[in-house]
């Protein structure tokens, strides 16, 4: 009866050996998960205080402005988009 109980924990975790090294090889044969993944790239990270903190994050050819706050959603600005200068400046020519 202990042999039968080894036995088939023996094959369990052979399984899961088994699921892991398969999961495993299709992870790295696909490689635009690792072309998106280098294409990130953290410029600066500042803490603002115990509990946020503001991110710089280039992410191809853009800019980000990132705050994250411990109890609160990320805040997230793109930096230098041209969409957001000329919206800028749309807004400043408006007549009052």
């Not at 399984?15 to 495993?24: C, E, R």
């Amino acid at each position: 009866m202990t042999y039968e109980k080894i036995a088939m924990v023996i094959l369990f975790l052979g399984a899961l050996m088994a699921v892991q090294i398969y999961l495993y090889v299709r992870y790295r044969s696909n490689p635009k998960t690792n072309k998106t993944i280098s294409s990130l790239k953290v410029v600066s990270r500042i803490n603002l205080s115990k509990t946020s903190q503001l991110n710089i994050v280039n992410a191809g050819e853009e800019s980000f402005l990132i705050v994250c706050c411990k109890n609160s959603s990320a805040a997230i600005v793109p930096l230098s988009s041209n969409r957001v200068a000329n919206d800028i400046e749309a807004h400043s020519d408006d007549p009052v």
